[in-house]
């Protein structure tokens, strides 16, 4: 059975491990967000939404100049609206370096619901964008942070 995570302005503090940028109002219904985020659901994102419109990530001149590269795996939430209803950071290498840039792309994302999912029901899913230059000082950990098993959205640069 697929889980449900419900978010309210009230339980918002309590879900520290769901969205951390909301756009949910003092007035509005809690979003039933159905949870695609385990490695084992991962792939039914496909089912429920197809992504319309995605905006690659601006490269941050600083770690282009120092030759970094690096990644941001987000937990995004997509509303019925098709458009991002918050994120939270799960990861980042090097620490800080992408987020702001993968959240400013993400910003711009929008995603159609499927056939199949005419009720269009929001959900939560996991993205990761990559930031890679070639001549990267830092490669070898790069490969170890970054590494995409689950086929998470990654950017071309």
Same mark, same amino acid.
């Given at each position: 059975?697929?889980?449900?995570?419900?978010?309210?302005?009230?339980?918002?503090?309590?879900?520290a491990g769901?969205?951390?940028?909301?756009?949910?109002?003092?007035?509005?219904?809690?979003? *039933? $967000?159905?949870?695609l985020t385990s490695n /084992?659901?991962?792939?039914?994102?496909? &089912?429920?939404? +197809?992504?319309? =419109?995605?905006?690659?990530? *601006? $490269?941050?001149?600083?770690?282009?100049? /120092?030759?970094?590269?690096?990644?941001? &795996?987000?937990? +995004?939430?997509? =509303?019925?609206?098709?458009?991002?209803?918050?994120?939270?950071?799960?990861?980042?290498?090097?620490?800080?370096?992408?987020?702001?840039?993968?959240?400013?792309?993400?910003?711009?994302?929008?995603?159609?619901?499927?056939?199949?999912?005419?009720?269009?029901?929001?959900?939560?899913?996991?993205?990761?964008?990559?930031?890679?230059?070639?001549?990267?000082?830092?490669?070898?950990?790069?490969?170890?942070?970054?590494?995409?098993?689950?086929?998470?959205?990654?950017?071309?640069?």
């Amino acid at each position: 059975m697929l889980k449900t995570v419900k978010i309210s302005i009230f339980n918002i503090f309590l879900l520290a491990g769901a969205l951390s940028i909301l756009d949910v109002k003092a007035n509005d219904e809690p979003i *039933q $967000y159905l949870d695609l985020t385990s490695n /084992d659901k991962s792939k039914l994102l496909n &089912e429920y939404w +197809v992504t319309l =419109k995605r905006q690659e990530p *601006q $490269y941050p001149m600083d770690a282009a100049r /120092d030759g970094i590269s690096g990644c941001v &795996e987000l937990v +995004v939430g997509i =509303k019925s609206n098709g458009r991002s209803g918050g994120y939270k950071v799960k990861k980042s290498y090097p620490e800080g370096v992408f987020d702001n840039y993968a959240a400013a792309a993400l910003a711009h994302w929008r995603w159609k619901a499927t056939d199949k999912n005419s009720a269009k029901v929001p959900v939560l899913t996991t993205i990761q964008m990559d930031f890679m230059i070639g001549n990267a000082k830092n490669k070898s950990e790069v490969k170890t942070q970054c590494e995409n098993p689950q086929n998470l959205i990654t950017p071309s640069k």
